[in-house]
């Protein structure tokens, strides 16, 4: 007789799914592991704690606009810049874009004007805009009262932008042509491409 087995129809089915079981098993382990290393990964990119108080931020004033650092991008690692920024009357950019960077604009007072991708908008106090990467826009503030707003941008760096102003203004006078020359060269070093002027008609 032989030593060998004859396994029944229901002994088969028993081992084949403990079998395939078992790869499961290996395949969710596998997963596991997969998203552990993107745990990992994003915990290694993720942003500090930021606790900073009103009179912690560091702000700057210069022309016809004011800054305040609410985060900057060595804060969040890279992720964001928040700024809060205020335009008295008569501020306004040219049309313009950025190429690798989303930009959103939460108002807290005022009303800001803008153009985005051809269309004109009047946000009042309690307005928000998104404005994703390579589209046209352009801000401004044509009201009576000066206004402020939040300003995001993703991923962070540009807010290092206002900075560059800060300099150019202590060491230039904005009637002197280099002033201008100067500005536009530290837009190219954030990769802003300039549209031209914009038509502000409804």
């Known amino acids: 007789m032989s030593g060998t087995k004859n396994f029944t129809r229901r002994e088969m089915l028993a081992a084949a ?3 395939a079981l078992g790869f499961a098993g290996c ?3 596998f997963e596991t592991r997969t998203k552990s290393e993107k745990a990992a990964e994003q915990d290694k990119n993720k942003a500090d704690i930021i606790a900073r108080k009103a009179d912690e931020a560091e702000s700057f004033a210069f022309d016809d606009f004011s800054v305040k650092f609410l985060a900057s991008s060595e ?3 890279g992720i964001f810049g928040l700024i809060e920024t205020t335009e008295i009357p008569g501020f306004k950019t040219p049309l313009h874009r950025h190429n690798h960077m989303d930009e959103s604009f939460y108002v807290l007072g005022g ?3 803008m153009q985005i991708a051809g269309r004109n908008y009047e946000f009042s106090a309690g307005s928000y805009a ?3 990467r390579g589209t046209p826009h352009a801000q401004g503030n ?3 009262v000066p206004i402020k707003t939040l300003i995001t941008v993703t991923p962070g760096g540009f807010e290092q932008f206002f900075r560059d102003r800060v300099r150019i ?3 230039i006078k904005p009637d002197n042509p280099e002033y201008i020359k100067k500005g536009i060269e530290a837009l190219m070093k954030y990769d802003i491409e300039i549209l031209g002027d914009w038509n502000t008609e409804k």
């Open 17 to 19: 799914a403990f079998s």
């Open 27 to 29: 395949e969710r382990t």
């Open 75 to 77: 804060d969040t690692n």
């Open 111 to 113: 009303v800001l004007t």
């Open 130 to 132: 998104y404005v994703p």
């Open 142 to 144: 044509f009201g009576t």
């Open 169 to 171: 203004s202590q060491t």
